[in-house]
């Protein structure tokens, strides 16, 4: 799809494979928080016909909304071996 202008990419709608390819959100992922509602994905998410899909300046703001919540990954011995600390 050709995106003319900012506003046009921002309403472009994305789909949970979409989404995958270009944020690195895993399509199983989005699916479990979309019929859990975890993190509001369902407010975020249009059903299309049969496709769920996610309009890219919703995405964006949901991100941004999501900063700093992120935990960092638990040190496991597996982990700590490797980095030495």
Do not use: C
Not at 11 to 33: C, D, H, M, V
Not at 65 to 79: D, M
């Amino acid at each position: 799809m050709f995106i003319d202008t900012e506003s046009d990419m921002q309403n472009e709608l994305l789909t949970f494979a979409e989404i995958a390819a270009q944020y690195k959100i895993k399509e199983p992922t989005q699916r479990s928080w979309y019929a859990s509602n975890a993190f509001g994905w369902r407010s975020i998410t249009y059903k299309v016909g049969a496709r769920l899909m996610v309009r890219r300046a919703d995405l964006e703001a949901w991100l941004e909304s999501r900063k700093g919540l992120v935990q960092e990954p638990r040190r496991t011995k597996a982990t700590t071996a490797q980095t030495g600390a």
